[in-house]
T-cell receptor, first 113, second 113 residues
């Protein structure tokens, strides 16, 4: 069956460092992959989408890579700030229409001053 | 949220009672979704609707029911048949074409005792 894995352990880093979060998947051939941020008690907020034919996508301090051979996406936050502390979810999609998204369990990021 | 309203924020019910969670959107999007989130779990899809008067079961539809009589509204009823109804429920909408991101409401936390 399809499986999406994100590191269940929280990632603790110091302010100013680069945070790298991992999303691995199996038994899946997604056409797209999305990353969301979720703060406690709130709904997830969309951050970035990357297509299967794109190797890398950037948005301000965020960078996402997508390796369909390794079946892995990496999510980087450069120059991290305490305000970046949140849970980050990856979600996989299939091509065409209003297909449903399957979400990973998320990884909590804690950025200390 | 940004145009997606879930109410109430917190809901308490006694076991054996049905309860309806509200989701309203003013984004004029066609597709609407209900997800459930439990501690340490990813988002799990309950039901979704791509168009008025039509909806499909997600991965965990048992014990839930929905209706889509208006484009703006997609209420979710948690019935007494749902074995573990206590959870955080998230409504989302999707529009703007193929594989556009989900926009989530801020959720309803349901506690059944």
């Amino acid at each position: 069956s399809q499986k999406i894995e994100q590191n269940s352990e929280a990632l603790n880093i110091q302010e100013g460092k680069t945070a790298t979060l991992t999303c691995n998947y199996t038994n899946y051939s997604p056409a797209y992959l999305q990353w969301y941020r979720q703060d406690p008690g709130r709904g997830p907020v969309f951050l970035l989408l990357i297509r299967e034919n794109e190797k890398e996508k950037r948005k301000e301090r965020l960078k996402v890579t997508f390796d369909t051979t390794l079946k892995q996406s990496l999510f980087h936050i450069t120059a991290s700030q305490p305000a970046d502390s949140a849970t980050y979810l990856c979600a996989l999609d299939r091509a065409s229409g209003y297909s449903t998204l399957t979400f990973g369990k998320g990884t909590m990021l804690l950025v200390s001053p | 949220d940004g145009g997606i309203t879930q109410s109430p924020k917190y809901l308490f019910r006694k076991e054996g009672q049905n309860v309806t969670l509200s989701c309203e959107q003013n984004l004029n999007h066609d597709a609407m979704y209900w997800y459930r989130q439990d501690p340490g779990q990813g988002l799990r899809l309950i039901y979704y609707s791509q168009i008025v008067n039509d909806f499909q079961k997600g991965d965990i539809a048992e014990g839930y029911s929905v209706s889509r009589e208006k484009k703006e509204s997609f209420p979710l009823t948690v019935t007494s048949a749902q074995k573990n109804p206590t959870a955080f429920y998230l409504c989302a909408v999707r529009g703007g074409g193929e594989n556009s991101p989900l926009h989530f409401g801020n959720g309803t936390r349901l506690t059944v005792t």
